[in-house]
Structure formats: structure tokens, C-alpha cells
């Protein structure tokens, strides 16, 4: 009984660790950022890559975007490798409450211009 309860408590973590879009992200604060990715995590919940922006006066600031979740960007037609370090990409998104450099993507721009949708949760926000 007590491994039936721990096992339990030990997968509800993830769930309750979960956010909804709007607890994070602000849908009043569209954003367009163009940079180089630096690094993909094909993670569950959500997938999530890093992109250094450089600015109009030369400084380079690393932003973190949250994709959806692996299955989900599988079904859009993302591979595991759909993103390389190096690639150059303009993602447009919603940026996080905390005013960090962290936004939800709605849509992913590649170089060869391929605009893909990013499994936003954002789609999901707006059917409830």
C-alpha cells in the first residue's frame, strides 16, 4: 500500500508543477525576437530552446522560449533535430509576466523561411 500511495504523490508532482499560459505569459505582450539558437531541450513538459538576440547597439542578450511539449511538436511535423545550435531563427511569441527574458513562442521563422507553429500554449488558452 505505501508504494501505491508513494508512486502516487511521485507522478502528481509533474502535474502540479505545471502552469497554465496566462499564470506565465502575458497575450498583451506580443514579441518578435531574430537570433542564433544556443541550445535545445527536448524535455517534457514543454520543449524549450535558447536564442542570443544582438541588440541595435551590439550587446547580446540569451533568450530563453518555451515550445510545446514534445508530442505535441511532433504532430506539427518538429523533429528532435528540427533545431541545431547555430541555426538563425525569428520566433514571435508572448513574453513571460516576470519581465524576464523568457517568452512562450507562437511561431518559428527558419532561414530558409519555413514558418512552423511552435505548439504555443496559447492556442490552447484561447479554447477554453
Known amino acids: 500500500m505505501r508504494r501505491i500511495i508513494l508512486l502516487l504523490a511521485v507522478c ?3 502535474v502540479l508543477a505545471h502552469h497554465s499560459f496566462t499564470a506565465q505569459y502575458d497575450v498583451n505582450k ?3 525576437v531574430s537570433g542564433t539558437v544556443t ?5 517534457n513538459p514543454h520543449a524549450r530552446f535558447y536564442l542570443d538576440v544582438k541588440a541595435a547597439d551590439g550587446t547580446v542578450t540569451n533568450w530563453e522560449l518555451e515550445l510545446g511539449s514534445p508530442n505535441t511538436l511532433i504532430r506539427y ?4 533535430d528540427s533545431l541545431k545550435v547555430g541555426d538563425q531563427l525569428t520566433v514571435d511569441g508572448y513574453l513571460a509576466k516576470d519581465g524576464s527574458k523568457t517568452a512562450n513562442a507562437k511561431t518559428v521563422k527558419f532561414s530558409d523561411g519555413r514558418v512552423v507553429n511552435a505548439g504555443s ?3 490552447l488558452e484561447a479554447t477554453k
Open 12 to 14: 502528481a508532482i509533474p
Open 30 to 32: 506580443p514579441l518578435s
Open 39 to 43: 541550445k535545445l531541450e527536448w524535455t
Open 77 to 80: 511535423g518538429w523533429k528532435r
Open 121 to 123: 500554449s496559447s492556442d
